[in-house]
């Protein structure tokens, strides 16, 4: 039986950067007395405000609390929110030495207005298009600095369709890591689905992969999923598919080795941000173990775990170890 301990012991000598779209959640709690004289709108009391790390801020931040050494590679604007989300990475002891800020954007962020523990509204301010050349060449050459001075374990390319992963970012992000020998991980969106050439892991869900391969439908049974890992690979000669499935679990090939890993009964909270976790987690039991069976089952369980907080949260390290030793030890 492998030794959990041991290897959860093993994360914090590992350094692992993202690269992605990242941005600042903002969350407004308030109460309704009354409905506004000038339209029929509810009129929301401010009680409470609060800033959270977003996007795949939320990658680096499941990273670091599991013990990583965690780095964000990503473009802002030249903004108060970018200070603001800066302040928050640097509260956390996230490395973004090597983040870019833009006159040419603004930096992403969402505000949730909230009552009763229900959304009533979200206000979104950001730019989606893709970077321009200048930024893009900033950010490859801030993320060869990277490559050079922190010789990280892994990469992760977290996709929020926000514009930082062009095409060509992409590209060249994936061909340094394999000159240097650097493990990449990829948690995909629809518009650059296969861009993604012969990276290490690629993570989609069911539904992106559906829409990715124009599957009308998609049982989530064994052998259906390992023929969209060979279409998957047709395209990406990527080397392992590890497919998250919500309620029935993940799936992963690598070669000829695929299995199907049932999920957890879990008392399911909020799904949001679970992802986030998932893509983290295999990130980093991989690059400490190159074992892919190991990888699924403790990114399986994570992704379970963090289903049960309400909001978008970061995985608890030692909770997650407790829970990988009592369902697989």
């Avoid at 893709?130 to 001075?149: G, H, P, Q, Y």
């Amino acid at each position: 039986m492998p030794n959990y301990v041991e290897l959860f012991r093993r994360f914090p000598s590992l350094k692992v950067g993202v690269v992605g779209d990242v941005m600042l959640d903002t969350y407004m709690w308030g109460h309704v007395e009354r409905i506004s004289p000038e339209a029929p709108v509810p009129v929301v009391s401010l009680d409470n405000k609060e800033y959270r790390i977003g996007g795949a801020g939320n990658v680096a931040l499941n990273l670091h609390s599991l013990g990583a050494q965690s780095f964000v590679l990503s473009v802002t604007g030249d903004d108060e929110d970018a200070l603001r989300l800066l302040q928050l990475f640097g509260s956390q002891g996230i490395n973004t030495a090597y983040c870019i800020r833009s006159r040419d954007r603004i930096t992403t962020n969402k505000t949730r207005i909230i009552s009763r523990n229900q959304q009533m509204m979200r206000l979104d301010s950001e730019i989606t298009r893709d970077l321009n050349r200048s930024d893009e060449d900033s950010l490859v050459d801030a993320f060869k600095r990277f490559l050079k001075e922190v010789r990280p374990d892994m990469v992760v390319l977290e996709d929020y369709n926000k514009g930082v992963l062009t095409e060509g970012v992409i590209q060249r992000v994936i061909a340094l890591c394999k000159e240097a020998g650097v493990l990449t991980a990829v948690d995909p969106k629809r518009k650059n689905f296969f861009a993604y050439k012969g990276v290490d892991i690629f993570k989609p869900n069911l539904k992106e992969v559906k829409e990715a391969l124009n599957l009308i439908t998609a049982d989530a049974d064994k052998l259906q999923l390992q023929n969209i890992h060979y279409e998957l690979y047709r395209h990406l000669k990527h080397g392992i598919s590890f497919i998250t499935l919500s309620e029935k679990g993940v799936f992963y090939q690598q070669g000829e080795t695929a299995a199907l890993l049932p999920s957890h009964l879990r008392n399911i909270a909020d799904v949001s941000g679970a992802g986030d976790t998932v893509i983290a987690v295999a990130a980093l039991v991989y690059a400490a173990t190159r074992d892919v069976q190991q990888m699924a089952a403790i990114a399986n369980i994570a992704g379970g775990l963090v289903c049960e907080v309400v909001g978008t949260a970061a995985i608890d390290g030692r909770e997650l170890l407790r829970e990988t030793e009592r369902l697989l030890g």
